[in-house]
Nanobody, 116 residues
């Protein structure tokens, strides 16, 4: 499966963005799909996960970000509200068969910049 992440941009603190991870080649409805981010000079960190009707979030985004699926469009979204400057990073989506396997696909990343 190929993934394409898009929807990033420049937004002021307190604003919102919706990222999308569009899949092609195979349906991702049964895959685990996660979002990660990497800020300059920092390691990549987990942001949110969607699998089998369940979701999980990093503590830093809990209550502000929501991951959701649109199976008709083979897409996973990340709605980001109340953005903070520390959310600035390149955001990546990734897919794997289940929670016990390695990731099979990564999107190319989309830049999110939050100004103060």
């Amino acid at each position: 499966v190929q993934l394409q992440a898009f929807g990033g941009g420049l937004v002021q603190a307190g604003g919102s963005l919706r990222l999308s991870c569009a899949a092609s080649g195979r349906t991702i409805s049964t895959y685990v799909v996660d979002w990660f981010r990497q800020a300059p000079g920092k390691e990549r960190e987990f942001v949110a996960s969607s699998w089998s009707g369940r979701t999980s979030y990093a503590d830093s985004v809990k209550g502000r970000f929501t991951i959701s699926r649109d199976n008709a469009k083979n897409t996973v979204h990340l709605q980001m509200n109340t953005l903070k400057p520390e959310d600035t990073a390149v955001y990546y989506c990734a897919a794997r068969y289940n929670l016990r396997t390695e990731y099979t696909s990564w999107g190319q990343g989309t830049q999110v910049t939050v100004s103060s």
